[in-house]
């Protein structure tokens, strides 16, 4: 029981790695598979990409 707990932890884990993924790299083609969702899409988008691509403090 426990190690089916731990493979569906890791499942979601990569589900949400990926989710992030794709709308900071994908988020015109995600509006375009979900347009009624283009609004939170592109909140999503601009509270997330400040965090994957920001400047090195040299």
Not at 15 to 37: A, E, S, T, Y
Not at 38 to 54: A, D, K, N
């Amino acid at each position: 029981m426990r190690s089916n707990v731990q493979k569906l932890l890791v499942l979601m884990w990569f589900g949400f790695c990926l989710f992030l993924f794709v709308i900071v790299d994908h988020p015109v083609q995600l509006g375009r598979v979900f347009p009624k969702q283009i609004v939170l899409i592109q909140t999503m988008y601009e509270t997330v990409h400040p965090y994957f691509y920001r400047e090195a403090h040299v």
